[in-house]
């Protein structure tokens, strides 16, 4: 059965899950959550984008007490990105019960807001493990009432060297919770984790598909010295909107970034030596599409949610095939057609033969030289980021910028098309607007209100 009616949910949690437009159980959701729901402990491997964040939500929501206002959940993710998508998934799922309190405690910002929410009181806390281990250190966070304990992503956690992390916060849980543990691969790491943690878990696993066809791969053989000149050649050729490009080091993203900003192309870096606040800026860029290249890590993009995106290029082969479709399957979503284009030089062919084996297909190659720069000027993005200083500590929502931006007040008043994504941080918010009123944009809103105050605004 793969109606969400077969399970033992509330009649008001049915109804949300209909309107929030959730028709039929992933096949994640429909192996995992009978067995989640029945309070076992779990241990699930499936790729990301497989809907598995509902596929624990509903298990934890379902067993939730709201009249009790103890941390009765637990949420690890590996990174902030990921544990603000969950934060928002679970509090849609949310919506049904009543005043249920979701706070996220990552790292980058200060401890003392996550202190005051925590000392309000919280039923559900996503959270990355430095964070949450900080918290139980200082005494601000407290897991005596703790019922359920999600590992989410937790190769990507293991990878990341959390496992003494892991390990100290869990010591601090009640031995008599449920554990559920999501994971895209199956490292050595997660044996460990559930020997160690977790009691009788039932294991299931949901193969990921091959590449579906809406994804067109392209091979091209590339030299060490040409490498990173043949990226830049492939976008002017192709001339996507927005592309993710995948290296496998930091100083490999840093030095192609630099290659295609000298080249005119609006590109940013993503990986672990950025601080956050300076990872918000990228990823709102990029979400935004006022950046035309993302140069990321396979860790630092990992949860990292964008729609549309009309590209991806392997930089380095990754000498891991599941890690290789994990990328591409980035692009080509929704029905669209993607492209993933693949660079490797001699000593990686035994990577893309890995690859091969895996994807039962084999990989189709194309000439370097064949590639010519089409269209005319330089590929920019359609859309610019303004930043705007304020966010939720001043309880500014997305509404009042779309209301700012389309009001008749100070000047012309912007389509709901010319402005894109509406993304609000704790302390500041970035609008996304088309590339031709950007300026205008920056000065309606400098020389107006939002929510009737006055605002600083800058074009990113």
Request: net charge neutral; proline share 4%; hydrophobic share 40%.
């Amino acid at each position: 059965m793969t109606s969400f009616s077969s399970l033992p949910l509330s009649p008001a949690m049915l109804a949300n899950l209909q309107q929030l437009g959730y028709e039929a159980m992933t096949p994640i959701q429909a192996t995992s959550l009978p067995i989640a729901l029945q309070g076992k402990d779990l241990i699930a491997q499936a790729k990301t984008g497989s809907g598995k964040t509902a596929a624990f939500a509903l298990a934890l929501l379902s067993k939730l007490n709201p009249r009790w206002f103890a941390v009765q959940t637990l949420v690890l993710c590996p990174t902030r990105e990921l544990a603000d998508q969950v934060t928002v998934e679970i509090r849609r799922l949310a919506r049904a019960e009543e005043n249920i309190k979701v706070v996220t405690v990552c790292g980058g910002v200060p401890v003392r807001g996550q202190r005051a929410s925590l000392e309000n009181g919280a039923h559900i806390v996503v959270g990355t493990p430095g964070r949450v281990m900080d918290l139980l250190e200082r005494g601000y966070l407290n897991l005596e009432g703790l019922n359920t304990l999600v590992l989410d992503e937790a190769d990507r956690m293991l990878d990341m060297g959390f496992f003494d992390d892991i390990a100290t916060v869990v010591k601090q849980a009640p031995k008599e919770r449920q554990t559920l543990l999501f994971s895209a691969t199956y490292p050595e790491g997660i044996a460990k984790l559930a020997q160690q943690f977790m009691r009788d878990p039932q294991q299931i696993t949901i193969k990921a598909p091959v590449a579906e066809n809406t994804i067109e791969q392209r091979f091209y053989e590339v030299e060490r010295g040409n490498r990173l000149e043949t990226v830049a050649m492939l976008l002017n050729h192709f001339r996507p909107v927005s592309t993710i490009a995948f290296c496998n080091t930091r100083q490999q993203c840093n030095d192609l970034v630099t290659l295609l900003q000298a080249q005119g192309f609006v590109a940013q870096a993503l990986h672990g030596d950025l601080e956050q606040r300076e990872r918000d800026q990228v990823l709102a860029q990029f979400a935004g599409r006022s950046c035309s290249v993302l140069v990321a890590t396979d860790v630092a993009s990992r949860g990292l949610d964008v729609k549309e995106l009309e590209a991806v290029i392997n930089v380095d082969i990754t000498p891991d095939p599941e890690v290789h479709v994990h990328r591409i399957g980035r692009t080509g979503r929704a029905g669209e057609s993607g492209l993933a284009l693949s660079l490797a030089s001699m000593n990686e062919m035994g990577a893309v033969g890995k690859i091969e084996q895996y994807q039962n297909a084999p990989s189709v190659w194309f000439k370097r030289d064949e590639l010519t720069p089409t269209g005319k000027g330089r590929l920019l993005p359609p859309m610019v980021t303004l930043q705007i200083l304020g966010g939720r500590k001043e309880k500014i929502r997305p509404g009042d910028v779309l209301g700012a931006l389309t009001s008749t007040e100070g000047g012309v008043a912007y389509t709901r098309e010319q402005i894109g994504k509406i993304q609000v941080t704790e302390f500041c918010t970035f609008v996304a607007v088309a590339r031709d009123v950007a300026q205008a944009a920056s000065e309606k809103l400098n020389f107006g209100k939002i929510k009737g105050k006055s605002v600083k605004v800058r074009l990113m």
